[in-house]
């Protein structure tokens, strides 16, 4: 199975620190994906990577940066923390082949901004 | 640019009842279609996704949906709900497969006994 592997189920940071959210998936995917989910707004797209050093900008981009240094791995970067980054964030994989369809999910990562 | 709409925030049925979800889209193309389902605690899983073909599709759990281009819609069904149905439950639209998706607000069923 297909697995996308988040660092961290639960996070706590103070407002204005760096924060680092890791993610890595086994399966070779060409794609890989942040998404923040919150209560009645669904998931929303932050980032995406359809390739290594590759990114594009989302929907809701301000206030994140993002790395893809290997293919496997795909890193979402707060600057600086603010509160209402407080959310749960989603990373997911993806084929860009016509040969599978839809995302692989990790398990989320819960950050609260304090 | 495309969007979802799921107009039912919470749904509450009795178990062994019929489930219907609503997910209406838009897109200005033959849109790639997924329901995901996300129950307390888990990441998100693929019920059944809809590209091309039948119009009525078939997923995993006993779900089934239906693409109506006309309406656009694509609406989740389940003839008779279980317990552990009790979940949140995402429509999303791609442009292609591997695409990035949009995903609705949403849908929470709870099951009562």
């Given at each position: 199975d297909v697995k996308v592997t988040q660092s961290s189920r639960y996070l706590v940071k103070r407002t204005g620190e760096k924060v680092f959210l890791e993610c890595v998936q086994d399966?070779?995917?060409e794609n890989m994906f942040w998404y923040r989910q919150d209560p009645g707004l669904g998931l929303r797209l932050i980032y995406f990577s359809y390739d290594v050093k590759m990114k594009e900008k989302g929907d809701i981009p301000e206030g994140y940066s993002v790395s893809r240094e290997k293919k496997e791995r795909f890193s979402l970067i707060l600057e600086s923390a603010s509160t209402n980054q407080t959310s749960m964030y989603l990373c997911a994989s993806s084929e860009s082949s016509t040969k599978d369809y839809g995302y692989t999910f990790g398990s989320g990562t819960r950050l609260t901004v304090v | 640019a495309q969007s979802v709409t799921q107009p039912d925030i919470h749904i509450t049925v009795s178990e062994g009842a019929s489930l219907e979800l609503r997910c209406n889209y838009s897109y200005g193309a033959t849109p790639y279609l997924f329901w995901y389902v996300q129950s307390p605690g888990q990441g998100l899983q693929l019920l059944l996704k809809y590209f091309?073909?039948?119009t009525l599709v078939q997923g995993i759990k006993g779900f089934e949906a239906e693409f109506k281009r006309s309406q656009s819609s694509f609406n989740l069904r389940k003839p008779s709900v279980h317990w552990s149905d009790a979940a949140e439950y995402f429509c999303a639209v791609g442009a292609y497969a591997g695409n990035k998706l949009t995903f609705g607000g949403g849908t929470r069923v709870l099951v009562k006994p």
């Open positions: 399966m070779d995917h | 091309s073909g039948d």
